[in-house]
């Protein structure tokens, strides 16, 4: 499979634990980002990479959430002290190309449910 | 900041209609508009993507068109069969923004019933 793949698929955590999700982007995609989707809402972005540089984060990424491109390949998303307004769909997304009109390709998404 | 509305929020037809499912955004000023089918707790499927040079696009029983003056979009789906019940989304990249994030509509969910 050549598309976008998010691990794990499924999370359910405890309040207050830490939790790290993965995205590995199409290969050689150099663009890849991440968006959180709530139930009812459009994804909404999150942050963006640029191979390894991290070029913006959006308000919505507070300093609980950290994300990190080692060596511009996948991508982490970890969530620190989970709260239950965390819960929500955490997708990734992967592009190519320098020019910003370029197709997005998103992955299966992984489901984030704080109890 | 880019705002994008999606109408209906819901639908519910009979296998065979022909549907128009309607998007529209509030900044004239971008790159592209991608239409994207969501199924039920999964992610995204690309289904068709506009550049804002281009007027329509199509892709089997689905055409997209392009007013980017007018700030709409409209997602033409023929002949609709259950298998088409999804979510439908919308999205723009604005010129606004350098990164080419997307902006999103909350979405059309569309069901085909036999």
């Known amino acids: 499979d050549t598309g976008v793949s998010q691990n794990p698929r499924h999370k359910i955590t405890k309040r207050g634990q830490n939790v790290t999700f993965r995205c590995d982007p199409i290969?050689?995609?150099?663009?890849l980002y991440w968006y959180r989707q709530t139930l009812g809402q459009g994804p909404e972005f999150l942050t963006y990479?640029?191979?390894?540089?991290?070029?913006?984060k959006s308000r919505l990424l507070s300093d609980r959430f950290s994300a990190e491109r080692p060596k511009g390949s996948f991508s982490t998303l970890e969530i620190q002290r989970t709260e239950q307004g965390d819960s929500a769909m955490y997708l990734c997304?992967?592009?190519?190309?320098?020019?910003?009109?370029?197709?997005?390709?998103f992955g299966q998404g992984t489901r984030l449910t704080v109890v | 900041k880019q705002e994008v509305t999606q109408i209906p929020a819901a639908l519910s037809v009979p296998e065979g209609e022909n549907l128009v499912l309607n998007c529209s955004f509030t900044?004239?000023?971008?790159?592209?508009l991608q239409w994207f089918r969501q199924d039920p707790g999964k992610g995204l499927t690309s289904l068709l993507l506009?550049?804002?040079?281009?007027r329509e696009q199509t892709s089997g029983r689905l055409n997209a068109s392009l007013d980017k003056s007018s700030g709409r979009s409209t997602l033409y789906i023929a002949a609709s069969q259950p298998g088409d019940s999804a979510t439908y989304l919308c999205?723009?990249?604005?010129?606004?923004?350098?990164?080419?994030?997307?902006?999103f509509g909350r979405g059309t969910q569309l069901t085909v019933w036999p």
């Open positions: 997304a992967s592009s190519l190309g320098a020019a910003m009109n370029t197709e997005a390709f």
């Open positions: 290969s050689e995609h150099n663009r």
């Open positions: 990479f640029q191979n390894e540089a991290q070029l913006e």
């Open positions: 900044d004239s000023a971008i790159y592209n």
């Open positions: 506009i550049q804002s040079s281009q």
């Open positions: 999205a723009v990249a604005d010129r606004g923004s350098t990164l080419g994030r997307l902006y």
